[in-house]
């Protein structure tokens, strides 16, 4: 890896930490459809707007289908479970969970798209994996009531996002490649698609909703525009860079940023172990995205 790729990778965790602490403040105020929609709608306009200034073609050459499609299972579907995750489970969960994509990818790829598993790669995922858990204890960790299905929620994410990577490689990057902006672009296009008719039923029979907030309007910007449109360039353009597993690994860097905002914003506090568990992320990032020692001699 590049030192660009690097530095686009941590970027990508700072932004996507954020977003956990934006539905956090949307989804229990307007529910988890609204908030999943309004952040792909969003996104979506943001990524048009940078099309339009950068005038940036439209040919996606013959591969929109497979973009819409890679839309719903990369946005669409994981964004919904999210929010749902975000009405059911204590701070801190979501990103625990969401730090499990390397490994829900390194088995999808081992079972699906015959991509080979080193034993460090695993022992990397597995640290990875211990370090989230020391770090991110913010908030009640008390299981109860529908805690379950919330876990439920973000596991079927994660397993949207393991799919996707390889999905896109398979698609996208084998087939001649694609601009990581249309390929974003297009993504969203398809999970607003795939969540309008969510939408449309939740308001005509769902409960009513003050929409007059101040603070969740401008958290669903802030999760559309930033986390979603943005967002999505840098992580189409990692795939294409440094490949899908490595990209995933993000989702390892992504809890302490979460933690982080939430002290920052919302003063919350970090637990005493925070600054141990950052180091053990750091040394599983670099398990699994350095070289194996057969592949770089």
């Known amino acids: 890896m590049k030192a660009i790729d690097y530095l686009r990778l941590?970027?990508?965790?700072?932004?996507?930490?954020?977003?956990f602490l934006f539905m956090r403040?949307?989804?229990?105020?307007?529910?988890?459809?609204?908030t999943a929609f309004f952040r792909v709608f969003f996104g979506l306009i943001g990524l048009a707007i940078i099309i339009f200034f950068i005038r940036k073609s439209l040919d996606f050459k013959e591969k929109l289908g497979k973009v819409l499609i890679l839309g719903t299972i990369n946005s669409g579907i994981p964004f919904l479970m999210y929010s749902i995750a975000a009405t059911l489970l204590p701070a801190g969960y979501s990103a625990i969970l969401n730090a499990t994509t390397p490994l829900m990818g390194a088995m999808i790829g081992f079972y699906f798209f015959s991509e080979s598993l080193s034993l460090r790669k695993m022992s990397g995922i597995t640290l990875g994996i211990v370090g989230i858990t020391v770090i991110t204890t913010v908030g009640d960790s008390n299981v109860a009531g529908n805690i379950f299905i919330g876990i439920t929620a973000c596991i079927v994410a994660t397993i949207g996002y393991g799919f996707a990577g390889?999905?896109?490689?398979?698609?996208?990057?084998?087939?001649g490649g694609l601009d990581s902006t249309l390929v974003a672009f297009?993504?969203?296009?398809?999970?607003?698609?795939?969540?309008?008719?969510?939408?449309?039923?939740?308001?005509?029979?769902?409960?009513?909703?003050?929409?007059?907030q101040g603070d969740v309007w401008i958290s669903l910007l802030a999760v559309g525009f930033v986390c979603t449109s943005l967002a999505y360039i840098l992580y189409f353009r990692l795939i294409a860079d440094i490949g899908p597993l490595r990209s995933l690994t993000v989702t390892?860097?992504?809890?302490?940023?979460?933690?982080?905002?939430?002290?920052?914003?919302?003063g919350e506090t970090i637990s005493s172990g925070f600054l141990l568990g950052s180091l053990i992320v750091l040394v599983s990032v670099w398990l699994i995205v350095s070289p194996d020692a057969q592949k770089a001699a």
């Open 10 to 19: 941590i970027s990508l965790a700072a932004i996507w930490g954020a977003s």
């Open 25 to 34: 403040i949307a989804s229990p105020a307007i529910g988890a459809i609204n």
């Open 166 to 175: 390889f999905l896109t490689r398979r698609w996208i990057t084998q087939q």
């Open 186 to 212: 297009g993504s969203q296009l398809g999970a607003t698609i795939f969540l309008a008719p969510f939408l449309i039923w939740n308001i005509s029979s769902g409960p009513n909703i003050d929409w007059l």
């Open 252 to 266: 390892f860097l992504v809890p302490p940023f979460a933690v982080l905002w939430g002290f920052l914003v919302l």
